[in-house]
Nanobody, 126 residues
Framework: QVQLIESGGGLVQAGGSLRLSCAAS????????MGWFRQAPGKEREFVAA????????HYADSVKGRFTISRDNAKNTMYLQMNSLKPEDTAVYYC???????????????????WGQGTQVTVSS
């Protein structure tokens, strides 16, 4: 089992920045592919970004490419999402996810991830 706890959400003006963190406990963090999803009110959950076990490979949704950066610190069992140039359409609950399959293949479906955090709210005002 892996427990995931997100933090760092909040209210920010358009154009601002936030940094989300995801602290993991349980199994060996460095064996898991990690990622972020988000869900806006009335919309389906969507993929945001993913990172390989080493942190050397990343993948982003087109909607956040160039603005968001995913990273991880395996020594601290923590993953991050640096969000810059935020837009009102980035408003959503952001979820940290983990997949026990350590192979690096692009996983953009929510059904490909085994573990989920409770989510943290990000609100971007215009």
């Amino acid at each position: 089992q892996v427990q995931l706890i997100e933090s760092g959400g909040g209210l920010v003006q358009a154009g601002g920045s936030l940094r989300l963190s995801c602290a993991a406990s349980g199994r060996i963090f460095s064996n898991y592919v990690m990622g972020w999803f988000r869900q806006a009110p009335g919309k389906e959950r969507e993929f945001v970004a993913a990172i390989s076990v080493s942190g050397g490979s990343t993948h982003y949704a087109d909607s956040v490419k160039g603005r968001f950066t995913i990273s991880r610190d395996n020594a601290k069992n923590t993953m991050y999402l640096q969000m810059n140039s935020l837009k009102p359409e980035d408003t959503a609950v952001y979820y940290c996810v983990a997949d026990s399959d350590s192979s690096w293949i692009m996983r953009t479906s929510q059904y490909e991830y085994d573990y989920w955090g409770q989510g943290t709210q990000v609100t971007v005002s215009s």
